[in-house]
């Protein structure tokens, strides 16, 4: 009775650990280790890791691609000069320099002349000169041109590079959440399987001393010593999972100039039971983000922008090229001096420039091009647009199932747990066998991990429904 008693008593000690690590999370060892939390985590990511970096690297490529095509506005300075002598004879001399202002619309040109020489051209003015004048385009290039196009796609790739940015962003921060969330779930599955092979080695050898004194069968010691090796195997599998899981987070730790770092075994994740379920949107309100900030969509949004100023910058390309271009001149370098009516009636050159192909070929075929390619990509806007809602939707919709199974699998752990109990109470009095006691314990087990595996996929729904409205940042 005695033997009886003991085995009770140590049997009760090892269900009020099993309940209180399986309620509260708490184990021996987790004050020995420091706290990695997924706050912390992230931001290590987001600061250190080199796709992050590539993200940002993005928006400069963009800023510099912008930088460059405000370089088509830069004013010009050309200087011609040529001169030729030839046994003795001085044929000519040109000293032209000219600076072209590019306005919005057409440029700007002002310069100074300084010819001279015995077989001058007819067509310069012999001496000094100076000139103020313009060039503007009449057709083609008067709505839009090359440089105003590339202009104004350039700030718009640089609003898209920063949705770029952020999508890389969001992708990368779903891919480390699910990588730490793995990490965490398979430390827990080996605090579950570490605390259950401790209570097995002492029910063997509690098992092992009843047999001496001779209150139990050999067959007691066979069925305490299989479930320990059961536990031990589980445990191993779990030490496997976890080292597994320990290198892939890894994968996502740097630091300082761009080195890898390894995490350290002082660290553990947080807890996985103390994780509130109604932390999340519903898919309604990711729907609703996802239209309006969802950096995948926002993507294409500025895409259209883009081609829809290349089809209107190949519909001018329709037109005939026709520019007018007018200078007014001066004596000597003395620009600006007069300009009344009668002045500029008598000092001025200008001249007509007009192009235009017969069938208009290539024009139109790059302009059908341009049309359709616009509209290739407002379709792939919309199939996107509806592949994200159905992500969001489906991912919510797992999330929300895998919330009801957690509550109904905790509900079972605690259902178990009386079973368990109540089956030790019955074979300390001899109406039950060890074997119906190790059948409710392996339950037990295995609910607990059945909370822990649920865990982990209620998290990875839940972070895959804001990385598919674009919300991790």
């Known amino acids: 009775m005695t033997e009886h008693y003991l085995f009770l008593k140590r049997t009760a000690y090892w269900i009020l650990i099993i309940s209180v690590f399986g309620m509260n999370n708490s184990y021996a060892q987790k004050n020995d280790k420091i706290i990695f939390g997924v706050r912390d985590f992230i931001d290590q990511v987001k600061q250190f890791h080199p796709i992050a970096k590539q993200a940002g690297i993005l928006v400069s490529m963009a800023?510099?691609?912008?930088?460059?095509?405000?370089?088509?506005?830069?004013?010009v300075l050309d200087i011609d000069a040529s001169r030729k002598t030839f046994?003795?004879?001085?044929?000519?001399n040109y000293t032209n320099p000219e600076l072209i202002i590019p306005l919005p619309v057409g440029d700007l040109k002002t310069g100074l002349e300084n010819n001279g020489g015995d077989l001058l051209s007819s067509e310069a003015s012999k001496g000094k000169s100076s000139y103020l004048g313009i060039e503007l385009p009449l057709a083609r290039g008067l709505v839009t041109d090359k440089r105003r196009t590339f202009l104004r796609q350039a700030r718009i790739y640089k609003e898209q590079s920063e949705q770029e940015r952020l999508q890389m962003l969001n992708t990368l921060l779903f891919e480390a959440y699910t990588s730490y969330w793995q990490w965490a779930g398979n430390y827990e599955l080996l605090r579950i399987y570490a605390g259950f092979v401790e209570v097995a080695e002492k029910r063997l050898r509690l098992v092992r001393v009843s047999f001496q004194n001779g209150d139990r069968s050999v067959m007691?010691?066979?069925?305490?010593?299989?479930?320990?090796?059961?536990?031990?195997?589980?445990?191993?599998?779990?030490?496997i999972k976890l080292t597994n899981a320990y290198w892939e987070l890894s994968n996502f730790l740097w630091q300082e100039g761009n080195i890898p770092r390894q995490l350290s075994e002082e660290y553990r994740p947080d807890t996985l039971n103390t994780i509130s379920l109604t932390e999340r949107l519903s898919h309604e309100e990711l729907i609703e983000r996802s239209s309006e900030n969802n950096p995948l969509l926002l993507t294409y949004s500025y895409k259209l922008k883009a081609l829809e100023l290349d089809k209107r910058l190949k519909s001018q390309n329709l037109l005939p090229y026709f520019s007018v271009k007018t200078n007014l001149l001066y004596k000597e370098y003395d620009l600006l001096k007069s300009i009344d009516p009668v002045y500029i009636e008598n000092n001025y050159k200008w001249g007509l420039a007009l192009k235009l192909p017969l069938f208009l070929r290539q024009e139109r075929g790059l302009y059908q091009k341009a049309k359709l390619k616009l509209k290739e990509t407002e379709l792939a806007m919309m199939l996107k647009r509806q592949e994200t809602n159905n992500k969001i939707t489906a991912y919510s919709n797992e999330c929300r199932q895998l919330a009801n199974q957690l509550i109904t699998t905790r509900n079972l752990y605690q259902n178990y747990a009386i079973l368990l109990r109540n089956e030790e109470l019955k074979f300390s009095?001899?109406?039950?066998?060890?074997?119906?006691?190790?059948?409710?314990e392996i339950k037990l087990?295995?609910?607990?991990?059945?909370?822990?595996?649920?865990?982990?996929?209620?998290?990875?729904?839940r972070y895959a429904s804001e990385w598919a409205a674009g919300q991790l940042k």
């Open 87 to 92: 046994d003795g004879k001085n044929y000519y």
């Open 220 to 239: 007691d010691t066979v069925e305490a010593f299989t479930q320990l090796q059961n536990y031990q195997q589980s445990f191993t599998e779990a030490q």
């Open 63 to 75: 800023e510099a691609e912008l930088l460059s095509a405000k370089g088509s506005f830069d004013p």
């Open 445 to 461: 087990a295995e609910s607990l991990q059945k909370q822990v595996e649920l865990t982990i996929k209620y998290q990875k729904a």
């Open 429 to 440: 009095q001899g109406e039950s066998s060890l074997f119906l006691v190790n059948s409710r």
